[in-house]
């Protein structure tokens, strides 16, 4: 079996944090309350971990997979994105964990 890479927020929970991170769990969590929260996916950490392993390359079954939720949102919302193909880099928050925060935003002078 394939790895899932990718949630709608209506098949998430708060439990999910570990996979999801803190924002994907949470939206999820909040979708599934009922609350008013626009309709998204979230990419998750294992995504974002062999994203790093590949060399700061997404993964073309990954970048398939986008597309395809991609095009759920679409029928869901119904509204079409106009954009070709995903964005070739992740959200610098795409990538949270409970454990780390994304690539250098530690190591870098917060203020100069």
């Given at each position: ?9 209506t ?44 060399g700061?390359t ?55």
């Open positions: 079996m394939s790895t899932k890479y990718l949630y709608l927020f098949e998430g929970n708060a439990d999910m944090r570990e996979l999801l991170g803190g924002k994907g769990a949470n939206l999820a969590e909040m979708t599934n309350l009922g609350m008013p929260v626009p309709q998204g996916f979230t990419i998750t950490t294992e995504a974002c971990n062999r994203y790093y392993d590949d700061r997404i993964a073309p079954e990954i970048e398939s997979d986008i597309i395809a939720y991609m095009a759920k949102l679409e029928e869901i919302t119904g509204k079409k994105f106009e954009m070709p193909k995903p964005a070739s880099r992740f959200s610098a928050f795409g990538c949270e964990s409970v454990h780390a925060g994304y690539d250098g935003y530690y190591s870098q002078p917060r203020h100069q």
